[in-house]
């Protein structure tokens, strides 16, 4: 696989590249962030090597992160050949319910600050950052179906939402005859693999291709952090800050990580490349999104797509972090269910 291997997002005509350029990094507002001087050549090295998705949102580092994407494709006349993603959700005004959430009057202030961060008139790819639990999905569906119609939008998708929900926003489109979401972004590594019970499978049911985010775990992968003893970056710093998402050492990934560790030099590769190819080539995944702060770290990224993991570290690798069996999944696919069900036939459906 190459940066120049271009799929298309979902059931959808947007080609985008197998990694996507996440900008979380951009800025140095939260503490672990690039400046634009160093953010400006890593976008130049990704545009490069054919990279060409660009993932944003109006939350990173204040809006600094949409700033400066912005001014970076505009100096660099990048708009027509970038796929430029943003999210929009939460709270942009402490006090103020309707300047968060998922409802229409935040969606379309969200989106016009955006646009104007970005120094664009439309959006390719515009994100619900995250399921805020209360505003209807039909209210939802009806408004980015909107946007789409005027042109604001070209096609949007689903953040950090259960897959029941982005089920139902599907069904709900199906039947109108209204715009579809065409992926969902959602955390995905070696160490967080909850998405494969439902959001795979219903991504492939509905035509969504699967977006990860933090396919190192917060750079917990990368190999630098050791039992016992304090790290340092952006894990370090979440962490500290009680964000439970950031929070990654505990025993069973610490097991996962000398699993790693170990395909790595068996591979000859970095932890990080393992990790990140292993997301990558993962069933029903699209475009992973990756960050960097560093021109190292981007070209390590890159690398991770010039090998394929043997069948039998990968084995290992799958093994490691596998989820537990469960109900009602158990049923599924150990005996004597099957027999039962198919009296003893073998059958596949058209998804197998």
Known sequence: MSLTQYLTLGRSGLRVSPLCLGTMTFGTEWGWGSDEATCGPILDAYLQAGGNF???????????????????????NLRDRIV??????????RGNPNAGGNGRKNM????????????????DLYWMHVWDGVTPVEEVMTSMNDLVRAGKVRYFGFSDVPA????????????????PAIALQLEYSLVERN???????????????????SPLAGGFLAGKYKRGEPGEGRLETLSASGNITFERRNERN?????????????????????????????????????GATKMSQLESNLRALEFTIPPEIRARLDQAGAL???????????????EMINGGVPVRGWTS
């Open 195 to 213: 998405i494969e019970r439902e959001h795979i499978p219903a991504a492939r049911e509905f035509g969504m291709g699967i977006c990860p985010w």
């Open 84 to 93: 430029l993603a943003t999210k929009y959700t939460f709270n942009a005004e």
């Open 324 to 338: 537990d069996r469960a109900h009602p999944y158990v049923m599924f696919d150990s005996p004597p269910f099957p």
């Open 54 to 76: 660009l993932d944003t949102a109006d939350l990173y580092t204040g809006g600094k992160s949409e700033e400066i994407c912005g001014r970076l494709i505009r100096d660099r």
């Open 254 to 290: 610490w097991r996962i990580l000398d699993v790693l560790l170990d395909a790595s030099k068996a591979i000859g590769r970095l932890p990080a490349e393992v990790a990140l190819n292993w997301v990558a080539t993962q069933r029903g995944v699209s475009s992973t999104i990756v």
């Open 108 to 123: 379309y202030r969200a989106l016009e600050g955006s646009l104007r961060r970005l120094q664009t008139d439309y959006i």
């Open 164 to 179: 029941w929900y982005a089920a139902r926003a599907q069904t709900l489109a199906q039947f109108a005859h209204s715009e």
